[in-house]
């Protein structure tokens, strides 16, 4: 059986007082229409990524040294990728720096759609498989809280011949739909066809009240006994499912009523009690989606964080504002995000750049967070977790 050695960190370092035109402000003269960009948290995150003590299916009879390290033997011929998918620069992430890496990557190349940023790492180079595997990666950046201010908020239709429309209404696998799905939709748009954010607030709501989430099916995921990502009519037969299938779910709802939709992945981090100046538990990886409205732009929506009666007001070390305001986690959710997550990716489908070279490999999964391999020739390869997750140092 194949098991490997991976320590993947995303850190919090400090909070960022005072940053001008980033909305903020607790009356409303301080918040504008539409998203504000508020709360800028800066960031040092890690990947690693090692393997110990490769066994290779056909071993040399003598050892031979790896072209990458000459200090490092080679164990029998073979294939070993790595991919890293770093942060995702846009709306919530800024400023996005790589900061080190070692051993250089081989390559550093966008994914074949151009979304995401993917760092590359070709241990066999000439064919040989190493006695042992390391790499580490890391940025620094700055996210930022997504705050919905909807008074005054403009309104206007669609494009209905945009690229963007086109792309972001239709079925794809996993965001597919069925008859029940589609009629039950449809009673969410309200009278004014134009009012986008009431037809979308009603089917959040729906989703958030009778959803569930399956806390066995999650902790298969966590420890790495589930991988494979269900359609949306899954989970909406069975009302029960994980972050990704909720946004799924949420994205088809929206889509059957013509408002483009698509899933968003990263990493999220609960906060700790004690306040900023104490640790950031690291929670794991996280999807949830957004919403375009025309005017505005892409509107965050989180069902999972504000599902099953969320009714306690959101944190104040996730939204000051929000707290202030005594918005509940349920309502908050809906068009806000707090700065404790990482976006990675949005969208599913994530396409690997360089295309891998291992024969056979498999397609990249719907979705990864922190890394992907693809390696042949490989018998087996000793393991263990080098350490845990947690902050790392303050600037």
């Not at 996730?318 to 806000?336: A, N």
Request: contains cysteine.
């Amino acid at each position: 059986m194949l098991n490997r050695l991976l320590l993947i960190g995303a850190l919090l370092c400090i909070l960022i007082p005072g940053c001008d035109n980033l909305g903020g402000g607790i009356k409303s003269g301080g918040l504008k229409a539409g998203i504000n960009y508020m709360q800028p948290i800066k960031w040092r995150m890690t990947y690693r990524f090692r393997v110990q003590q490769v066994n290779a299916t056909v071993p040399y009879l003598r050892e031979r040294k790896w072209s990458i390290d000459p200090n490092v033997p080679t164990v029998g011929d073979g294939t070993w990728e790595v991919w890293f998918a770093g942060p995702r620069e846009g709306e919530e992430i800024r400023d996005v720096k790589m900061t080190y890496n070692l051993p250089a990557p081989t390559a550093i190349e966008r994914d074949l759609d151009d979304d995401i940023e993917l760092v590359y790492y070709d241990f066999t180079p000439d064919g040989s498989l190493p006695k042992e595997i390391h790499a580490q990666v890391q940025w620094e950046f700055i996210t930022f809280e997504r705050y919905a201010y909807w008074d005054g908020m403009p309104k206007a239709p669609y494009d209905k011949t945009s690229d963007l429309y086109k792309k972001y209404t239709v079925q794809e696998k996993p965001i597919v739909w069925n008859k029940e799905m589609t009629n039950v939709s449809r009673k969410f748009v309200t009278d004014d066809p134009e009012d986008y954010k009431m037809t979308a607030l009603n089917t959040y709501n729906h989703v958030v009240t009778n959803f569930y989430y399956d806390h066995e099916q999650g902790a298969r995921t966590v420890f790495g006994g589930y991988t494979a990502m269900f359609d949306a009519t899954r989970c909406w037969i069975n009302k029960t499912g994980v972050c990704d299938e909720f946004a799924n779910v949420l994205c088809g709802m929206l889509r059957i009523n013509g408002i483009p939709a698509r899933p968003v992945a990263g990493f999220v981090h609960e906060v700790n009690a004690a306040g900023l100046d104490a640790d950031v538990r690291y929670a794991g990886g996280h999807a949830w989606a957004e919403f375009y409205m025309p005017e505005v732009g892409w509107v965050p929506l989180d069902p999972t964080w504000g599902m099953n009666g969320a009714r306690v007001n959101i944190d104040k070390f996730y939204s000051l504002t929000g707290h202030l305001r005594e918005i509940p986690k349920v309502d908050y959710y809906f068009g806000k995000t707090d700065p404790y997550r990482i976006t990675c990716f949005k969208d599913w489908d994530v396409k690997l750049n360089p295309k891998p070279k291992t024969p056979g490999a498999d397609p990249s999964e719907p979705w990864f967070l922190g890394y992907t391999d693809r390696n042949s020739g490989v018998e087996s390869i000793t393991f263990g977790w080098e350490g845990v997750p947690g902050k790392e140092s303050k600037y």
